[in-house]
């Protein structure tokens, strides 16, 4: 081997190791879920339903075995050709199997007899990943961990339902009941729906029911930010929603009549009244404040209707999911949430050949569609496009409710203005991923000081923007029409702007949007001094939501300008949301003049935003500074320090306020407590590649009518025409 060889070996050994490590990460886990538990516990079924932990430890074994290793591995040895039949689950074209209900009388093997079996696997497995394994194999690696993590919630599942069922009650684990906060008052949040995609769109790993992405319409819904509690269940079982037949649907009522169902599974009234419910740690007291759980559809859908509400369809709980910033708590670690869909194949979704293509598709008829995740669904396990499904009937699973509504024409056109500042703060301050929207930053003093950061040495944006601007002004003024309107979305202090108003003096009116009104205010009146004969007409607005311009703007070609990379701050998704509506706000024949940072390196980026004299720090605490002055908080902002960091596979800098030390703060009423270490995410600043942004703006709407990228650091500045 030469010299020249050896960054390749060290590169392909490295994935070697890297995947073994992932593979056995997996499988260990399953293990350290079963070590507790005794043969006997291991070999007991407790319904037709479920099947014992010993059968799901050789059932996901097998399935490496058949999958991965006997196609792949030359000269692997079968561990037992009995098992092909006792450990496969539903793949009829592998062959024969034990019945589902009968796999409780498969005393044989032992449960030490399949720890060997595990193990006699694993040595092959790590013998095919070291072994310049194809991307098929990696492929059906991917899908057989995933297979295995799905295992091992429904060996908690099942374990828990066995349990139950034993008038000991054991404890699984012995864990402190949580000390839950009083459940906050349910807010249900506006989306504003339309024509929106759902579904995974690669490149990493989702099952093929997930697949293909792909748009769907929503008309206008409202979003519960929390899931339902016991202490509201416990409402609808008081009000005798167990027992009202104009609650359920027919399938429902019927199975409620003959199951005599009066509560949740695993809830029992004890004598003096108080509910109980089984988990995993044992028989306890229900907690009012904890979100109910294992409910079965019908159930759901009953609760919704004594609620006056409904269930979500899936594509409104992914596109409100996907939307960041909006305060949905619970989503993925309390329970799985029933919605209204039922389990269907996606347009243009077809199943692969072979048995493989038995795992996903053959099941999609009469179950429900689950969305989000539980506490007990292994970590990184699920993702905003997962789809779980079960019978409408069945409730062993962790499964919960999270409630919908439609929005009336008079809710939508409530809804923008009651999205206020208090009500975002609450909502992502409340979150379980603490957020606040990039769009509070931008106060007088919040203006002033990114006029600052402009100024930095490490800030390049500004500066390499300005400097291209200059440039190019007169290029952009000659597509610009006599009596135009130019419109500055999030204008702040209306800095660039003068570059473009002092090349167009053929401009009649200037729009400068904004969410704050002292930065409107300060900017126009500049504006008006320095530029007597232009019509000033400020709008205060989110400009993601601006439906309308000012009457000076009206009747005229317009001109939109969005610079300094602000595009950068929302997703992909988002953006592509958001230069679609910014297409109808402008009208069409529209020019769109956008400034967007190309990626580069984070020894230019991570500096930028977090410069050395510290103003990026206090730009960032100035959020909270808002927070005390304008809505009576109480946050030391001595006691969070500012963060800037690259994310390489969202291809975004994200900044964040993180927790000194275990605190808390007070807003409207609420006890907002912090850990040491935890973070308020307050900005994302997305980077594209040149022709990134043209699709972007292609799929929005827009065409590319020129563009003109700078030398290094490259920032690019695009004229897009509607």
């Not at 037709?48 to 059968?55: F, H, I, Q, R």
């Not at 389990?343 to 009469?366: C, D, S």
């Not at 992502?428 to 603490?434: F, H, P, S």
């Amino acid at each position: 081997m030469s010299p020249d060889d050896t960054p390749a070996r060290e590169a392909s050994e490295a994935r070697a190791i890297a995947l073994v490590d992932r593979y056995l990460a997996v499988r260990r886990r399953t293990e350290a879920l079963a070590r507790p538990l005794s043969p006997e516990d291991q070999g007991a079924q407790s319904m037709p339903d479920a099947s014992p932990v010993k059968w799901h430890r050789a059932h996901t074994a097998w399935f490496f075995e058949t999958f991965l290793l006997g196609p792949f591995l030359p000269g692997y040895r079968v561990f037992d050709p009995a098992f092909a039949y006792l450990f496969n689950s539903y793949y009829e074209a592998v062959g024969p199997r034990q019945p589902r209900p009968l796999r409780g009388l498969i005393t044989r093997p032992s449960a030490d007899e399949v720890g060997a079996y595990r193990a006699h696997v694993d040595a092959a497995m790590v013998r095919l990943l070291t072994t310049s394994p194809t991307a098929e194999v990696i492929e059906r690696l991917d899908l057989g961990l995933a297979h295995e993590e799905q295992h091992q919630e429904l060996i908690l599942m099942d374990l828990l339902h066995l349990f139950a069922q034993s008038p000991l009650e054991p404890a699984y684990r012995e864990t402190p009941q949580p000390d839950r906060p009083i459940a906050a008052d349910v807010r249900y949040l506006a989306f504003e729906g339309g024509l929106i995609e759902i579904g995974d769109g690669g490149p990493g790993f989702a099952f093929d029911n997930e697949r293909p992405r792909h748009k769907v319409y929503l008309a206008p819904y409202r979003l519960a930010d929390r899931l339902v509690t016991n202490g509201e269940w416990l409402a609808f079982i008081e009000d005798g929603g167990y027992r009202r037949a104009d609650l359920w649907l027919s399938d429902g009522w019927a199975v409620v009549s003959a199951q005599g169902w009066d509560a949740p599974l695993y809830w029992r009234r004890e004598d003096d009244g108080a509910w109980t419910v089984m988990t995993l740690s044992g028989r306890r007291p229900v907690d009012p404040h904890a979100p109910v759980g294992h409910v079965s559809y019908y159930e759901a859908a009953a609760f919704a209707a004594w609620s006056g509400r409904r269930l979500p369809t899936e594509a409104e709980w992914e596109a409100a999911v996907r939307t960041e910033g909006r305060g949905l708590r619970q989503t993925s670690d309390e329970t799985w949430q029933w919605t209204a869909s039922p389990y269907v194949a996606y347009p243009g979704f077809k199943p692969g050949a072979g048995a493989l293509g038995e795992y996903n598709g053959k099941f999609m008829i009469n179950q429900m569609v689950l969305r989000g995740g539980a506490a007990e669904t292994p970590p990184g396990h699920a993702r905003p496009s997962y789809r779980n499904f079960f019978h409408p009937a069945q409730r062993w699973a962790f499964t919960g409710v999270r409630l919908a509504d439609d929005m009336s024409a008079l809710d939508r056109e409530a809804a923008t203005p009651t999205s206020t500042f208090l009500d975002d703060a609450v909502a992502g301050l409340t979150a379980d991923r603490k957020t606040l929207p990039a769009k509070y930053f931008y106060d007088a003093e919040g203006s002033r000081l990114f006029e600052a950061i402009c100024e930095l040495p490490e800030y390049y944006p500004t500066r390499t923007e300005t400097a291209l601007l200059r440039r190019i002004a007169p290029e952009i003024a000659a597509r610009v029409m006599e009596g135009a309107a130019l419109v500055e979305f999030g204008s702040g202090a209306s800095t660039k702007t003068r570059i473009l108003l002092d090349a167009m003096p053929q401009l009649a009116a200037y729009v400068p949007i904004d969410i704050s009104r002292s930065a409107l205010d300060e900017a126009s009146e500049a504006l008006r001094r320095d530029y007597p004969g232009l019509v000033v007409a400020p709008l205060v607005d989110d400009f993601t939501r601006a439906v309308r311009l000012p009457a000076a703007a009206r009747g005229r070609p317009v001109t939109g300008f969005f610079p300094g990379s602000t595009i950068g701050n929302f997703a992909p998704a988002e953006a592509e949301a958001f230069l679609r509506g910014a297409h109808g706000l402008l009208g069409d024949g529209a020019m769109f003049v956008v400034g967007v940072d190309i990626a580069k390196s984070p020894d230019i980026l991570v500096p930028a935003y977090d410069d050395a004299q510290g103003v990026t720090a206090r730009f960032n605490k100035n959020v909270l500074a808002r927070i005390n002055g304008e809505l009576g908080g109480d946050f030391d902002l001595d006691a969070f320090d500012h963060r800037a960091v690259w994310n390489a596979e969202e291809s975004r800098i994200e900044m964040h306020l993180v927790s000194r030390i275990d605190q808390a703060a007070h807003l409207a009423g609420r006890e907002i407590r912090f850990r040491a270490g935890e973070t308020i995410h307050t900005e994302n600043s997305y980077k594209y590649a040149a022709e990134m942004f043209v699709e972007l703006a292609r799929r929005a709407g827009w065409k590319v009518a020129a563009r003109w990228i700078s030398d290094s650091p490259s920032f690019g500045v695009f004229a897009l025409a509607g």
